[in-house]
């Protein structure tokens, strides 16, 4: 194709409200607009696509195009990958944004070799020179920084969570939103089972204060210490890899590349080494305190505050002093 | 049931911080004398899942799939000694620096080749560039069903069943075969093999192919192929700017700690 033209974004939402990561993407999109040119059109699935466009003209679309089947309510890789193959075709962008989460990593890949590109996962950060696109992305577990191009067109990226900011959000806006039928695909992937995950207290992305511990807690129940203190503090739990591959808590508190992206105003880490793994969870946490016996460990260099001590001996004086605060 | 991992050779991901070293010219990772590269973590758990699905069946080959240079043999000994049957090593220099199009493209020509094929395994990511799209290409690209970070794969009646982890829940899905399955570590630990086993996979059979191999052409493949195009590496510097907390004891550092984060008005 040619004449590729400003970006699509697929945009989703639940129970009526649009996704604070799709409000990331928008801003993200207005932002690379003002080099690649072109307007910002949010592509919605399912019943509830036109409202989730207009919420998303208000956070930077300049238009909308709402696929409204209900086939589309839930998210399955044949006719979600064909619906934005339809789109993408009808719109023709230079650039499409799509959320990374559990559906963007599985829809994108197949969707950008469907319509002959490749997809960017996972990135951070976009900027425009001389007219050309380029993303960038963590890799080597957040190690190190790659920039790409896209040398076929159009761009697929993967936005993560937390890591653009938002517009703020404007009902003044407005815009065409127009709806998009596609034609029905067979569907051979069969949904046997469901099961929620049950996890105790707030959502660690939603959490403020976060108590997070790692391998060198050496034990399951080590976690009570950290749900002690955690309480009171009123925050939530949550997890190296380590501890959880090693059974010690549920993989729901996990936080980093594999896990959950948080963005609490205060996250303890206990005894957390501060593999690159890990930090890539939290790099949008405002203050990071570190409790961990080994002074070099890499985690501090990404503190505000360090302790060097043993977290058995630290942590239950600490959350004392703390109840002593209130 | 034919199922084939695809395993990649990757610089040590436990390699520490201060041994982490990029040249930014080349856009490479320099090696850390002191951190051999390893097989992804990801893509040993795959090998695990084709084990476990061979052990439930109670038949099954598998094959062990690498695109890689002559160290990716390592990873190929790896998937051998923990049981699989025999291996395809994708070995040319035209295959190298490929982007998730080339590299699966490359592997997808492999699994035709091989034929016959009912499953592919892949880790959901590799530890190195972490795009995790190489199984999703691969299914594409062939045209079949897949699904993609999962914690458990069986194979019954049939058909794959896969359990995808997501953020807070799980998803038990069915595709008939052939298809793609990607698993993550929640699938649990790989088995360690035996000294017996490590011996045994030296004699296993390893096929080695080239582009000409696969009918593909150099400008199909790797870094001429690929539709990305890498710009820049680098190690984003980090300024250290911590404050540690002093103290005698454990008690005072604690003190001393609530104190300061009180005042910061962070609690």
Known sequence: ?326 | MNIVCCVKQVPDPETPARAFKVDEAAKQVVPAPGNPPVISQFDQIAVEAALRIRDALGEGTITILSLGPDSARDAIKVGLAMGADEAVHLNDPAFLDGDGYSTGLTLSKAIEKIGNVDLILTGRQATDWDFGVTGLTIAELLGIPSISITKRVTASGGKIQAERVLADSYETVEVPTPCVVSVSNELGEPRYPKLPQIMQAARKQVTVWTAADLGLSPDQVGKVGARLSLEALYIPQVESKVEFIEGDSPAEQATTLARKLREAKLI
């Not at chain 1, 604070?20 to 928008?26: C, W």
């Not at chain 1, 994108?108 to 960017?120: H, M, Q, V």
């Not at chain 1, 190190?144 to 517009?167: I, N």
């Not at chain 1, 739990?237 to 992206?261: E, Y």
């Open chain 1, 1 to 326: 194709m040619a004449n590729e033209s400003g970006i699509l974004v697929l945009v989703t939402g639940t129970n009526g409200q649009l996704s604070s990561l799709s409000t990331e993407q928008l801003g993200a999109a207005r932002r690379i607009a003002e080099g690649l040119g072109g307007n910002v059109t949010a592509v919605a699935f399912g019943t509830g696509a036109p409202d989730y466009g207009r919420q998303a003209l208000a956070y930077g679309a300049d238009d909308a195009i709402a696929v409204e089947d209900p086939s589309l309510d839930e998210y399955r890789n044949e006719n979600w990958t064909a619906a934005m193959t339809a789109v993408a075709q009808e719109r023709n962008p230079a650039l499409v944004l799509i959320g990374q989460t559990a559906t963007g990593r599985d829809l994108a890949p197949r969707f950008a070799i469907r319509i002959g590109t490749a997809a960017a996962m996972d990135c951070v950060d976009f900027e425009v020179s001389n007219g050309t696109l380029l993303m960038t992305r963590p890799c080597f577990g957040g190690a190190a920084m790659a920039k790409y191009t896209s040398k076929t067109l159009p761009a697929v990226a993967t936005v993560r969570p937390k890591a653009q900011e938002p517009l703020a959000q404007d009902t003044s806006r407005t815009g065409e939103v127009r709806t998009m039928t596609v034609d029905a695909v067979g569907v051979v992937s069969q949904i046997l089972n469901r099961e929620q995950v049950q996890s105790e207290g707030m959502r660690l992305e939603d959490a403020k204060v976060i108590v997070s511990g790692g391998r060198g807690l050496g034990s399951a129940e080590a976690f009570a210490e950290l749900e002690t203190l955690a309480k009171t503090l009123g925050g939530a739990v949550g997890a190296s890899r380590a501890a959880v591959d090693l059974g010690w808590i549920p993989l729901t508190s996990q936080i980093g590349l594999t896990g959950k992206v948080v963005t609490p105003d205060l996250y303890i880490a206990v005894a957390i080494s501060g593999a690159s793994q890990h930090l890539a969870g939290i790099t949008g946490a405002r203050s990071v305190v570190a409790i961990n016996k080994d002074a070099e460990a890499d985690i501090f260099k990404h503190s505000r505050f360090g302790v060097v001590a043993d977290w058995k001996t630290f942590i239950p004086a600490f959350t004392e002093e703390v109840r002593k605060l209130e």
